[in-house]
């Protein structure tokens, strides 16, 4: 039978799932509001975007899944250099870039580029479009946070935080990996990890993809 | 590594914290561009469409309100007031309603996101605060229905119930006339 940790854990599962399926449905309606000023084909290049950004195996979601993982194993790096006592010039000095990671991550502003040019509607209704982009953009932000929320709060509870205080600092550490805003990342160091962002970490996309010019 | 071992998990606590705010901040930014494209999508309809004077008439009532409700909203109105609010807008006029429909509904979604958040936050601050007290490796099957109690009176949505309910063998919602949270388990 499972634990009081697993179920606590479990549920919050559940409760992100919910959240993620509110904000994608909540998208697919405000599209459906565009199609009211939108020219056919335009509204469809927009639902297109909206797949190939947002749908659940999109191809910006598979890149911005590998980069994030290329952050978390240049951090994984970065700490255990720390610990080993070495300075922040040594250790922005030897990590090590993967040329192929970096080929992807060139790809991806590539696909940007070629999504922005898929929704360079007109002037006139770029005001319009606002909401939509802005609406795609919140349900992509929003579900990234909660969770990274959801699988820092299952690192909480798996290493019985804090009953177990040795386990802190791997606690800690673990939690960071699971961050890939910027933002996001600035008030974990500030909060909880109590030190600078180190400048070596600080290759986080924002929250917003897209700068709508609000 | 800085980490305060005392306060650490109340650290983490204020990092969520801060986090499901800036969500529910946004989400709340959301509502406001909603309503803000809805008048802008009526001033086109209005400029392109041939409408009967009851029609127009009505349209224009309905802009009226709207416009007042944007305003209200940048005062932070609360969401389901804002849907019922729109629901009243529709009127009976077909063009009014077939606009409003998809607006309430992102509206109704909105709003589910935001009870989502309190809820995810609920969860996370009863736990920390469980854990003060208890030792979760150590807990019995009566501490899980005791946790699931606490977070029966601090989760509001009924699916949320639910799920903790399913999560910790709580068994079936208990069926209340007035829809309020069911009672404690033992």
Same mark, same amino acid.
């Given at each position: 039978m499972?634990?009081?940790?697993?179920?606590?854990?479990?549920?919050? $599962?559940?409760?992100?799932?919910?959240?993620?399926?509110?904000?994608?449905?909540k998208?697919n &309606?405000? /599209?459906?509001?565009s199609s009211?000023?939108?020219? !056919?084909p335009?509204?469809?290049?927009?639902?297109?975007? =909206?797949? /190939?950004?947002? $749908?659940? &195996?999109?191809?910006?979601t598979?890149?911005k899944?590998? #980069?994030?993982?290329?952050?978390?194993?240049?951090?994984?790096?970065?700490?255990? #250099?720390i610990d080993?006592?070495k300075s922040?010039?040594?250790?922005?000095?030897?990590?090590?870039?993967?040329?192929?990671?970096e080929?992807?991550?060139?790809?991806?502003?590539g696909?940007?580029k070629?999504?922005?040019?898929?929704?360079?509607f007109?002037?006139?209704?770029k005001? &319009?479009l606002a909401?939509?982009? @802005?609406?795609?953009?919140?349900?992509?932000?929003?579900?990234?946070?909660v969770?990274?929320?959801?699988?820092?709060f $299952?690192d909480?509870?798996?290493?019985?935080?804090?009953?177990k205080?040795?386990?802190?600092?791997?606690?800690?550490?673990?939690m960071?990996? =699971?961050? %890939?805003?910027? @933002?996001?990342?600035?008030?974990?160091?500030k909060?909880?990890?109590?030190?600078?962002?180190p400048e070596?970490l600080?290759?986080?996309?924002?929250?917003?993809f897209?700068?709508?010019?609000? | 590594?800085?980490?305060?071992?005392?306060?650490?998990?109340?650290?983490? *606590?204020?990092?969520f914290?801060? @986090? /499901?705010?800036w969500?529910?901040?946004?989400? !709340?930014?959301?509502?406001n561009?909603i309503l803000?494209?809805?008048?802008?999508?009526?001033?086109?309809?209005?400029?392109?469409?041939?409408m009967?004077?009851?029609?127009?008439?009505?349209?224009l009532?309905?802009?009226?309100?709207?416009?007042?409700?944007?305003?209200?909203?940048?005062r932070n109105?609360?969401?389901?007031e804002?849907?019922?609010?729109?629901?009243?807008?529709?009127?009976?006029?077909?063009?009014?309603?077939?606009? #409003?429909?998809?607006?309430?509904e %992102?509206?109704?979604? &909105?709003d589910?996101?935001?009870?989502?958040?309190? $809820?995810?936050r609920?969860?996370i601050?009863?736990?920390t605060e469980?854990?003060?007290?208890?030792?979760?490796?150590?807990?019995?099957?009566?501490?899980?229905?005791?946790?699931?109690?606490?977070l029966l009176?601090?989760?509001?949505t009924?699916?949320?119930r639910n799920?903790?309910? *399913? =999560?910790?063998? /709580?068994?079936?919602?208990?069926?209340? #006339?007035n829809g309020?949270p069911?009672?404690?388990?033992?």
């Open positions: 499972a634990n009081i940790k697993d179920k606590v854990c479990a549920l919050l $599962g559940d409760m992100q799932v919910n959240a993620a399926e509110n904000a994608t449905q998208v &309606q405000i /599209l459906e509001v009211n000023y939108l020219s !056919e335009n509204h469809e290049k927009l639902k297109l975007f =909206h797949q /190939l950004y947002f $749908g659940a &195996q999109s191809e910006v598979t890149q899944s590998e #980069m994030n993982n290329e952050v978390d194993d240049i951090f994984a790096q970065a700490a255990a #250099m080993s006592g922040t010039e040594e250790i922005a000095a030897s990590l090590k870039i993967d040329e192929k990671k080929s992807e991550r060139l790809q991806l502003a696909l940007q070629k999504l922005e040019s898929l929704i360079a007109e002037d006139s209704i005001e &319009q909401p939509v982009m @802005s609406s795609m953009q919140f349900e992509d932000a929003a579900r990234q946070r969770e990274h929320i959801v699988k820092m $299952g909480i509870v798996n290493k019985s935080v804090p009953k205080p040795e386990l802190m600092e791997e606690v800690a550490t673990s960071a990996e =699971h961050i %890939a805003i910027k @933002s996001e990342r600035e008030v974990f160091y909060l909880v990890l109590r030190e600078p962002v070596h600080d290759s986080d996309s924002d929250d917003f897209f700068d709508l010019g609000a | 590594m800085a980490i305060n071992k005392e306060t650490f998990l109340d650290d983490v *606590k204020a990092f914290d801060d @986090s /499901l705010s969500c529910q901040s946004e989400s !709340e930014k959301e509502s561009l803000t494209t809805l008048q802008s999508i009526m001033d086109d309809v209005k400029r392109r469409s041939k009967s004077q009851a029609a127009e008439t009505a349209f009532e309905a802009e009226e309100k709207l416009a007042k409700l944007v305003q209200e909203t940048s109105i609360d969401l389901g804002m849907k019922s609010e729109l629901e009243a807008l529709k009127s009976d006029s077909i063009e009014v309603s077939r606009l #409003m429909n998809p607006v309430i %992102a509206l109704q979604f &909105q589910q996101l935001t009870q989502n958040l309190q $809820g995810i609920a969860v601050h009863t736990w469980h854990i003060k007290e208890n030792d979760p490796d150590n807990s019995t099957e009566q501490d899980g229905k005791d946790f699931a109690n606490k009176k601090v989760v509001k009924p699916h949320e799920l903790v309910r *399913k =999560h910790f063998g /709580l068994g079936e919602e208990e069926t209340v #006339m309020a069911a009672g404690d388990y033992v």
